[in-house]
């Protein structure tokens, strides 16, 4: 046997050892890496949101709704931890402990505020392929069941995370009866209530009185019109979704903490009916590379209700103003709205 | 004085209840774990969205009369309960127990109103129909 052989194969010998022990490891991240549909099982509440593996620098990142997490895989087990906010902008925290089970990752949830443990699971998330339009009847009154979760922090840019920064909750313009605008209004916790015709859908919001119109007869984006909070609306059926992209919307937030909202960005709606068409769910993409290095993601669900009756929304800026007066804050209010970008 | 506060053990009762509805920052302008009283006059009502106002005038340690601003959910959801535009009035005089203001501002989130007339009012009870 020549010397050069048994070096090759002393090497073979030498390469299947290395493989051996690091190839699962580095197997079993590799079957991780990819999107997967997660959904957080507690005693009242089911929550979905969109898990985003990646290999990065040597190990795994892992990312929910297009925020950051603490992730880590430590022989196969895997630990999640990531944040979002209660209604009135508490920061909360959801922890995941688990592991891959077949195709699936599942494992125990840890809610915040000590409530009782619950579960969560994660499937592959496959966006559908194209369907030919098949449309169903969204009409009625609509209201709201789930908030979804609401990540605080994004994966903002060096922009992004200035503005943030600098934000303070007197900016929010809703406390002074100004539309928060699309991404905001669309989660807003009061009914809404759709009328739907072959050519357009129109979705009347109790919140701000906001009217939505979403065309349906394959126009275009119009290049004479001013943005607006709400945004320019266009939609087609792919199966029986209604899939809406959203252009035109003037700059503003898209959450609580002043994560904020260029006038570029493009935002998608994925709508569909479920349980014997009595729940709306949807699925809200924000594509805004100006202030996010991925998509942002919101999951919101409605029920229709007969009942329920699409009151005025009489919204009166005073109080807001007398209160700040009371404060001894006008002053600094005028200074900080004079400024503003 | 007609301040009281209530710092300790209200943390627990402040994680549940209405700001759970809010859309607003309630966290960055109210206390979750600082919670008292204050009780006065009713010099202004507000009815309205974003949310039910109450102007009122209390009593400072130096015996001078000052406005509180005191706020609770929004009209809306106030009247899923039966609680409506008069069911607080000017000229009532009323002890309102709530979250403080953070920073010592003079604002308060309401829990709970209680008239001298012996009525109690809270912006909770039973929801409207999901």
């Known amino acids: 046997m020549s010397r050069s052989i048994v070096r090759r194969r002393a090497f073979g010998a030498l390469l299947a050892a290395y493989a051996a022990l690091f190839l699962p490891a580095a197997l079993a991240q590799q079957t991780l890496v990819g999107d997967w549909f997660l959904t957080l099982t507690e005693r009242r509440a089911v929550h979905t949101g969109i898990l985003t593996i990646e290999a990065a620098d040597g190990g795994l990142a892992a990312f929910v709704d297009g925020g950051p997490t603490s992730f880590k895989v430590v022989d196969g087990a895997i630990e999640l931890t990531f944040d979002t906010r209660d209604g009135g902008g508490q920061l909360l925290s959801y922890s995941l402990q688990g592991r891959a089970n077949g195709a699936e990752l599942e494992g125990v949830l840890t809610p915040p505020l000590g409530a009782p443990p619950g579960t969560w699971r994660a499937e592959r998330h496959v966006v559908p392929s194209p369907a030919p339009p098949q449309p169903v009847d969204f009409t009625g009154i609509w209201s709201r069941t789930s908030s979804g979760l609401a990540r605080v922090t994004l994966d903002y840019t060096p922009a992004a995370q200035r503005v943030v920064a600098a934000y303070h909750y007197l900016d929010d313009p809703s406390l002074r009866c100004v539309s928060p605008g699309l991404v905001r209004v669309s989660g807003w916790p009061y009914p809404l209530e759709i009328v739907q015709n072959d050519a357009q859908i129109a979705i009347l919001y109790e919140s701000f009185h906001e009217v939505r119109r979403i065309f349906l007869d394959e126009r275009g984006y119009p290049d004479n019109l001013p943005h607006r909070a709400m945004g320019y609306s266009l939609g087609h059926w792919e199966g029986s979704t209604l899939v809406v992209e959203t252009k035109m919307l003037t700059p503003g937030y898209v959450d609580l903490a002043g994560q904020p909202l260029s006038e570029n960005a493009r935002v998608v709606e994925r709508m569909s009916l479920g349980e014997n068409g009595q729940l709306l769910r949807s699925e809200l993409t924000v594509y805004d590379p100006e202030n996010y290095r991925r998509p942002v993601t919101r999951h919101r669900a409605w029920r229709k209700t007969l009942k329920t009756t699409i009151l005025e929304y009489d919204c009166d800026p005073y109080p807001f103003f007398r209160g700040l007066a009371i404060e001894g804050k006008l002053e600094e209010y005028w200074e900080r709205m004079r400024r503003r970008p | ?130």
């Open chain 2, 1 to 130: 004085m007609s301040i009281r506060v209530n710092a300790v053990a209200l943390a627990l009762a402040a994680v549940s209840g209405a700001h759970a509805e809010a859309h607003h920052s309630f966290a960055a302008e109210f206390s979750y774990e600082l919670r008292g009283a204050i009780s006065g006059e009713i010099v202004e009502v507000l009815f309205v969205n974003p949310h039910a106002r109450y102007f009122i005038s209390v009593k400072d340690d130096s015996g001078k009369d000052v406005l509180w601003d005191a706020q609770t959910r929004s009209p809306n959801a106030l009247t899923g309960i039966g609680w409506n535009k008069d069911s607080i009035r000017v000229g009532d005089q009323v002890t309102i127990e709530g979250n403080l203001g953070r920073d010592n501002a003079r604002k308060i989130w309401i829990r709970e109103v209680r008239k001298d007339s012996g009525v109690v009012i809270r912006p909770t009870g039973e929801e409207p129909p999901p």
